[in-house]
């Protein structure tokens, strides 16, 4: 089983929809958990931390479910811009060493 | 402006020739990271470092080395023995504690010839 797991999609959703993905994680240890963009061909940015009462950032909302050891995220009114993979990172349960381990990535495609 | 600075963007390597891929940073960061991407794959970990003079190897470490002679910077060599280098290399840094995420240069692209 991989560390972490998420479906790579593609989702295809028109404008202003509402997406969630989901992903999940192997290690029950893992403390740190984040949501990272990444456009084609460029570097990972950090979207948002995700925390244990779940957070909100605008359009995006991360939830955490440690009891059954996965991680969502909700985009509401996507954009065109909104276009990218996104990817799911977990600490890999060592809190003195700050190993991220990435999933593969969701790729999200919004049209107009 | 604070951030990480990948060089170069493009990098093409021979047989049997050693390649350096530049990594700075003015983030004041102590950790420094790594990672390899490859097509359809998730970024593994080459080699991380946590102080100046200190490094440990990340899951995929064979074929490589680095040094970390200053806070700054932590440069990577592709050796000769790295069989499959073609791939997006990535350069991190972070504050070394469990729940601060990484922050990422824009990455060098490595073919070979």
């Known amino acids: 089983r991989k560390e972490v797991e998420q479906d790579p999609g593609p989702f295809n959703v028109p404008e202003g929809a509402t997406v969630a993905f989901n992903c999940t994680y192997s290690?029950?240890?893992?403390?740190?958990f984040f949501w990272y963009r990444q456009d084609c061909r460029k570097e990972p940015k950090l979207l948002m931390s995700v925390y244990s009462s779940g957070n909100e950032d605008g359009r995006f909302t991360a939830q955490l479910n440690r009891a059954s050891q996965y991680i969502s995220l909700l985009i509401r009114d996507s954009k065109l811009s909104d276009s990218a993979t996104y990817l799911c990172?977990?600490?890999?349960?060592?809190?003195?060493?700050?190993?991220?381990?990435f999933g593969t990535g969701t790729r999200l495609l919004v049209s107009p | 402006d604070g951030g990480i600075t990948q060089s170069p963007k493009y990098l093409f390597r021979k047989e049997g020739q050693n390649v350096t891929l530049s990594c700075e940073q003015n983030l004041n960061h102590d950790a420094m990271y790594w990672y390899r991407q490859d097509p359809g794959q998730g970024l593994r970990l080459i080699y991380y470092?946590?102080?100046?003079?200190?490094?440990q190897k990340g899951d995929i470490a064979e074929g490589y080395s680095v040094s970390r002679e200053k806070k700054e910077s932590f440069p990577l060599t592709v050796t000769s023995a790295q069989k499959n280098p073609t791939a997006f290399y990535l350069c991190a840094s972070s504050i070394w504690q469990g729940d601060q995420p990484q922050h990422f240069g824009d990455g060098t692209r490595l073919s070979i010839l």
């Open positions: 990172v977990v600490n890999g349960g060592d809190t003195g060493f700050q190993k991220l381990v």
């Open positions: 290690n029950s240890a893992s403390q740190s």
């Open positions: 470092s946590q102080i100046v003079n200190d490094f």
